[in-house]
């Protein structure tokens, strides 16, 4: 069965430090997602993206955070200049994509990327 | 702002007792209510969706129903298994495909 697989299962950085997340989506999925929980906390949601562009965003996600499909079938997540609040767990997950405009279609959760900032 | 709140927070129960969890939800305007399974340390599995036009849904010996009007779901799970031991998050779907994630019941099936 098709899985969504993330790298790696955990990343320790230093505060300042820059950091990338690597996912990579279902194969025939068009919407791709970024979620974080915060340990012992809800997970929430960080960003959606399609057509190669960002969809919609949350206030979490600020100039610190970027989105990339850099190819046909990775999906990265990355974090400039990473803070001690940053430490979370990182989850990436995929979607079909609807077929009625607005409406969503399950979305598939990868492991998860444990990162530790330091 | 929607907010998402989920009851017991967590349960107990002997092998082979019927439970029911519950997810409410401030904001009726939804598109869809989606169920995932969460194992300590790992990612989430999906188990249901339903649409905002359904009333339910059912896999196996899960059930959840949708009430959009009153802002309520439930996942009702048969003849528990300690298997069946993990954390169950509902999430609402909004936005453009962004899920608001509730708070979670922590189950624990005990043989």
């Known amino acids: 069965e098709p899985e969504v697989t993330q790298t790696p299962s955990h990343q320790v950085t230093q505060m300042g430090q820059e950091v990338i997340l690597r996912c990579v989506p279902i194969s025939n999925h068009l919407y791709f997602y970024w979620y974080r929980q915060i340990l012992g906390q809800k997970v929430e949601f960080l960003v959606s993206?399609?057509?190669?562009?960002?969809?919609?965003k949350s206030e979490i996600f600020d100039d610190q955070f970027s989105v990339e499909r850099p190819d046909g079938s990775n999906f990265t997540l990355k974090i400039r200049s990473t803070k001690l609040e940053d430490s979370a767990m990182y989850f990436c997950?995929?979607?079909?994509?609807?077929?009625?405009?607005?409406?969503?279609?399950?979305?598939?959760f990868g492991p998860g990327t444990r990162l530790t900032v330091l | 702002k929607q907010e998402v709140t989920q009851i017991p927070a967590a349960l107990s129960v002997p092998e082979g007792e019927n439970l029911v969890l519950n997810c409410s939800f401030t904001d009726s305007a939804i598109y869809n209510l989606q169920w995932f399974r969460q194992d300590p340390g790992k990612g989430l599995t999906s188990l249901l969706l339903?649409?905002?036009?359904?009333r339910e849904q059912t896999s196996g010996r899960l059930n959840a129903s949708l009430d959009k009007s009153s802002g309520r779901s439930t996942l009702y799970i048969a003849a528990s298994q300690p298997g069946d031991s993990a954390t169950y998050l509902c999430?609402?779907?909004?936005?453009?495909?962004?899920?608001?994630f509730g708070t979670g019941t922590r189950l624990l099936v005990s043989p």
């Open positions: 339903i649409q905002s036009s359904q």
């Open positions: 999430a609402v779907g909004r936005g453009f495909q962004k899920l608001v």
């Open positions: 997950a995929s979607s079909a994509g609807g077929s009625r405009a607005g409406h969503t279609d399950t979305q598939y």
């Open positions: 993206f399609y057509n190669n562009e960002i969809s919609e």
